[in-house]
T-cell receptor, first 114, second 110 residues
Framework: DVKVTQSSRYLVKRTGEKVFLECVQD?????MFWYRQDPGLGLRLIYFSYDVKMKEKGDIPEGYSVSREKKERFSLILESASTNQTSMYLC?????????????FGQGTRLTVV | SQQGEEDPQALSIQEGENATMNCSYK?????LQWYRQNSGRGLVHLILIRSNEREKHSGRLRVTLDTSKKSSSLLITASRAADTASYFCATDKGTYKYIFGTGTRLKVLA
C-alpha cells in the first residue's frame, strides 16, 4: 500500500514563527502536492512539485514556500506564521504515468497559529 | 480557483436509503474522481471516471458523468452509518494538478 506520512497530526505555533510541515511518501511518486482545507472553501492548492528540486505555485502560494531535495520528501514552509494560516494541511502524491490515477493523501496536519 | 462545486453541501439520510450528491465543473477535463474524507483525516480515493465514460460502478457506488453539462453524480446505495463522511469531486485536465470541490457532508443515521 502506498503510504503518505505527514510529520504531525496537530501543531500549535506562535505568530511569527517559522513552521515546517513535512511529508514523506514511500512509493517513488514523482508528483507531490500541498493543499490547505478550510470550512466552506474545500481544498485549495498551495504548491506542487513534479520532480526533485522542481516546484510550481498553486492557487494560494502567498506566505508559503516549499522544498523538495529528495524525491520522497516534500516540505511546506511558513516563513512567518500568521493566524490566518490556521488550517488543515494535506499532502498528496501521484505517480507519473500514461494512465490517469488517484491521488494518495496523508492523514493531515491541523495547524493552529496563536 | 475551485473547479468543482458539489451539491448539496450537506445531506442527512436514514441507514438503508440511497445518497446522491452532485458535482459541477467549469472547464474540459481528462477525468473526474470522487474522494471520501472521514472527520479530521486525509482523503481516500473512491472512484475515477474518464471523460469518455458515462457511467461507472464500484460496489455500492455508482458514478455518472455528463460532459455536455459538465456535471457528475455519485450515488451510494443502501447507505450505512459508516458512510458518514465528506465527499469531494476532483477534476483533472491531464496535468496532475487536481482541482477539488468544496465537498458534500453526508450523515447517515442509524
Amino acid at each position: 500500500d502506498v503510504k503518505v506520512t505527514q510529520s504531525s497530526r496537530y501543531l500549535v505555533k506562535r505568530t511569527g514563527e517559522k513552521v515546517f510541515l513535512e511529508c514523506v511518501q514511500d512509493m517513488d511518486h514523482e508528483n507531490m502536492f500541498w493543499y490547505r482545507q478550510d470550512p466552506g472553501l474545500g481544498l485549495r492548492l498551495i504548491y506542487f512539485s513534479y520532480d526533485v528540486k522542481m516546484k510550481e505555485k498553486g492557487d494560494i502560494p502567498e506566505g508559503y514556500s516549499v522544498s523538495r531535495e529528495k524525491k520522497e520528501r516534500f516540505s511546506l514552509i511558513l516563513e512567518s506564521a500568521s493566524t490566518n494560516q490556521t488550517s488543515m494541511y494535506l499532502c498528496a502524491s501521484i505517480p507519473r504515468g500514461l494512465e490517469n490515477t488517484e491521488a494518495f493523501f496523508g492523514q493531515g496536519t491541523r495547524l493552529t497559529v496563536v | 480557483s475551485q473547479q468543482g462545486e458539489e451539491d448539496p453541501q450537506a445531506l442527512s439520510i436514514q441507514e438503508g436509503e440511497n445518497a446522491t450528491m452532485n458535482c459541477s465543473y467549469k472547464t474540459s477535463i481528462n477525468n473526474l474522481q470522487w474522494y471520501r474524507q472521514n472527520s479530521g483525516r486525509g482523503l481516500v480515493h473512491l472512484i475515477l471516471i474518464r471523460s469518455n465514460e458515462r457511467e461507472k460502478h464500484s460496489g455500492r457506488l455508482r458514478v455518472t458523468l455528463d460532459t455536455s453539462k459538465k456535471s457528475s453524480s455519485l450515488l451510494i446505495t443502501a447507505s450505512r452509518a459508516a458512510d458518514t463522511a465528506s465527499y469531494f469531486c476532483a477534476t483533472d485536465k491531464g496535468t496532475y494538478k487536481y482541482i477539488f470541490g468544496t465537498g458534500t457532508r453526508l450523515k447517515v443515521l442509524a
